[in-house]
Each structure stands twice: as C-alpha cells, then as structure tokens.
C-alpha cells in the first residue's frame, strides 16, 4: 500500500510564496516520475508538474510555469513544489503521485493552498 502524505500548505497573499512537501512510501520511490496535481472548488483535478526519476527532466503546466519549480529529495522519499509569485487562481488542494496515474488511481489528503487577493 502506497501512502503519500502531503503538507506545507496554507493562507499566503498574492505574490506569496510557499513549499509544498509529499512525503511517500511503501514503494520504491526513486523508480518512478513523480507528479504534483490540484483541484480547486467546483473544478477538475488537474496537472500542475512532473519530475523524471533521477530529476533530469521536469514539465509544467502553462499556468504555473516560470512561477513553480517541481523537485526531489530520493534519499528521503521527498517530493517538492516551490511555489512565487502566487496568484488567487492558485488557490486549490494540492496532490502528488506516481506518474503515468493508474487506472484508478488512489490519492492522499492533500493540502490547502489558499492565495488571497
């Protein structure tokens, strides 16, 4: 059983910055691309940021590129978000995991990031 524990969210303002954290284990994390996800209120889930295994190749949606940087800690388990210049659209639950996504993938709780205007 995978478990994906994310954390690091909170209340900032625009222009804010914060650092989101997935811890994960009960898989080998170092083998797989990781991705981070979001999903705002009355909205779809969607794709923020991905990083290769080793951390070589990373991509990012349009709507956060050049203000999000995705990385990761293998030694720790560790996936990262480092959020600027954060916008009110920003606002959403935060999710990480295993890339490409199952069939039926299984989430974590995720985490609250609020950006006010």
């Known amino acids: 059983q995978v478990q994906r524990v994310e954390s690091g969210g909170g209340l ?3 222009g804010g910055s914060l650092r989101l954290s997935c811890a994960a284990s009960g898989r080998t994390f170092s083998w797989y691309t990781m991705g ?19 951390g070589g190749t990373t991509t990012y949606a349009d709507a956060v590129k050049g203000r ?4 990761r800690d293998n030694a720790k388990n ?9 916008k009110p659209e920003d606002t959403a ?3 990480c ?4 996504l199952a069939t039926r993938p299984q989430w974590g709780q995720g985490t609250q990031v609020t950006v006010s205007s």
């Open 12 to 14: 900032v303002q625009a």
């Open 36 to 54: 981070w996800f979001r999903q705002a209120p009355g909205k779809e889930r969607e794709f923020v940021a991905s990083i290769s295994w080793n």
């Open 68 to 71: 999000f940087t995705i990385s």
């Open 78 to 86: 560790t996936l990262y978000l480092q959020m600027n210049s954060l």
């Open 93 to 95: 639950v935060y999710y």
């Open 97 to 100: 995991n295993e890339l490409p």
